[in-house]
């Protein structure tokens, strides 16, 4: 996750984490990417159904539950552990979350144990009664997915009207006071529209945009050819930078991430060698804050059979089952020897990474993608677009 917002316009100086000891129980939502601990943000697909068809699915979801998912009493236990274990946020996922019956319930009873909670959604099912629920749960944020304008979204997702509906979910809690933000996933097809979105934002008063780059792994697996090139990578990363700067400039206070692909720090801190060199040393200091991707150590999923995974795109490495064992223990198994590799990846990384002048604010980037894009899970992530003379030791010597 890089905080474009953060690190391009300079909403978060490096002084600011290290006032809270970089201590995740006591860092505020903005700044947990910086926690030195790295206690785990937890995905939960709290169920398999969804209402709609999304191309890019990690989870390939279907609009049927899954008969062997978690029942509620079940998912307390998980969120009493996840407490104790000191995980700062639970983000309900799917499938589409709200399908789940009593999630709101579910919410609820996460907030009093003392997690933040987050839903990540198509917003199709967020009515004006929704809205109201998730405010009265104590829910810390709602993040709707849209992977376009209108025509674009709804051909992505399979549904026509999506894209309306989706709106008004997002209408729904801006005036109920619940804090929403976009999820836009980047691909061949829809990475023109990134302008387009930056308008809508603007027009609807929307606060937050995180773009994420496509990780080709569920259904998205068929869409491996739709990941953008280098040069359209760079164009796009440009133009999120150049309209999050005008927001700013402009006084609006929006908040923009990019997701899933750690060469665009490098690349953010390259441009403003450019643009604003008096911020590269912060932004570097906050890098290695950071620490780059942190799959199976800042981050983890529990699926909606209870399996414990490395992330929610990882799907087919299980870590073990929170029916057999609490996530706390199977997470802190010293033992485990696929989660031991992860967490020391350095020591295992081949390719381009180990020589990479960028590897301690990059972490060899994303494993779920070089284990699906190559024969090897330590080799390079294929979606890394950095040339060889932008990842040289000179780089950083300049």
Request: aromatic share 8%; net charge negative; proline share 5%.
């Amino acid at each position: 996750m890089i905080g474009i917002s953060k690190l391009y316009c300079g909403t978060v100086e490096a002084s600011d984490p290290l006032r809270y000891g970089r201590d995740s129980s006591k860092l505020p939502s903005n700044l947990l990417q910086f926690s030195e601990d790295k206690k785990p943000v937890l995905v939960w697909n709290c169920t398999k159904r969804c209402n709609l068809k999304c191309k890019h699915c990690y989870s390939a979801s279907t609009n049927q539950p899954d008969p062997n998912e978690l029942t509620d009493d079940e998912a307390k236990v998980m969120i009493d552990d996840l407490a104790a274990f000191g995980c700062p946020v639970l983000l309900f996922s799917g499938g589409e979350p709200l399908m789940r019956p009593g999630v709101t319930d579910l919410i609820s009873y996460a907030r009093a144990a003392g997690l933040r909670a987050v839903v990540s959604t198509n917003g199709n099912l967020i009515d004006k009664p929704m809205a109201a629920k998730l405010a009265e749960a104590g829910l810390s944020y709602v993040g709707v997915s849209l992977d376009g304008l209108k025509e674009i979204n709804d051909k992505f997702r399979g549904v026509d009207g999506a894209f309306d509906r989706a709106l008004t979910g997002i209408r729904n809690c801006l005036e109920a006071d619940v804090k929403v933000g976009l999820r836009f996933t980047l691909n061949r097809h829809n990475f023109e529209e990134v302008a387009g979105i930056f308008d809508l934002i603007e027009a609807e008063g929307i606060p937050r945009v995180c773009f994420y780059h496509l990780v080709d792994t569920g259904r998205g697996k068929d869409m491996s050819d739709a990941i953008l090139t280098y040069q359209e990578t760079r164009d796009t990363l440009d133009l999120i930078m150049d309209r999050t700067a005008q927001a700013h400039a402009a006084g609006r206070a929006l908040e923009v991430l990019t997701v899933d692909n750690h060469a665009d720090g490098p690349y953010l801190y390259m441009r403003l060698k450019q643009t604003n060199p008096d911020r590269q040393k912060d932004c570097f200091e906050l890098m290695q804050m950071n620490g780059g991707n942190s799959s199976g150590q800042g981050i983890g999923c529990v699926s909606w059979d209870g399996q414990v995974l490395p992330d929610q795109f990882w799907r087919h490495h299980v870590l073990g089952n929170v029916r057999e064992r609490p996530f706390s223990e199977i997470w802190s198994d010293p033992d485990h020897p696929f989660l031991s590799k992860l967490r020391d990846r350095k020591t295992h990384l081949q390719g381009r990474c180990p020589t990479c002048c960028w590897l301690n604010v990059c972490n060899g980037n994303f494993r779920a993608r070089a284990d699906k894009g190559g024969d090897d899970i330590w080799g390079d992530d294929p979606a890394c677009y950095l040339t060889d003379e932008e990842i040289s030791p000179a780089q950083l010597e300049q």
